[in-house]
């Protein structure tokens, strides 16, 4: 690839590491064969980078698709920090703890199930006790779209009424 032409060019490699360090890519893609297959062709692109060794068109790709990916999170993180705050009656400020019944009538309610058999082998964890779902788990959803397993969130919420990865208000009542 010619590193003169314009638009955006991965050839220099001291260019892309000022605008990123080298991490594991975390990559979104429903099927697990085709998530694995995108996180190898990154890694091998970001590796031949590292090395001084010349980029292939697929390694090109790879590079663009990791960009955006990331560039599409942080526009979608400001989005979620600039979305106004529904606003809170005096009763839930000053007393934001909540009954274990108050908690059960208002969170999402789902039971884990893996999108195909392959998926199993990468199933999620929740966030509050690091273990994987297993398939038919009672998965409680907050207001802010995070999961956890049902009796994690619930613990959790009775302290705290915040969701423990984005500290945004975890169920709202009106």
């Known amino acids: 690839m010619n590193s003169q032409g314009g638009g955006n060019n991965h050839a220099n490699s001291e260019d892309f590491e000022e605008q990123a360090p080298l991490v594991e890519p975390t990559v979104y893609a429903p099927d697990p064969e085709l998530r694995s297959v995108i996180e ?18 697929e390694d090109v790709m790879a590079l663009d698709y990791e960009d955006a990916l990331r560039h599409l999170n942080q526009q979608n993180q400001r989005q979620h920090e600039q979305q106004p705050q ?8 000053d ?22 058999a392959e998926s199993v082998q990468n199933m999620e ?3 509050i006790c690091q273990v994987n779902y297993d398939i038919g788990d009672e998965i409680g959803r907050l207001d802010c779209a995070h999961k956890y397993h049902m009796s994690c969130i619930t613990q959790w919420i009775l302290r705290e009424n915040r969701c423990p990865l ?3 208000m975890g169920l709202y009542f009106n």
């Open 86 to 93: 529904p606003q809170l009656e005096e009763e839930q400020i």
């Open 125 to 127: 964890l929740c966030s």
């Open 166 to 168: 984005c500290n945004r």
């Open 40 to 57: 190898t062709r990154i890694q091998i692109a970001l590796e031949r980078q590292r090395l001084g060794q010349p980029l292939t068109f």
């Open 95 to 116: 007393n934001p703890i909540l009954r274990e019944e108050e908690i059960m009538n208002n969170i999402g309610r789902e039971y884990f199930e893996p999108i195909d």
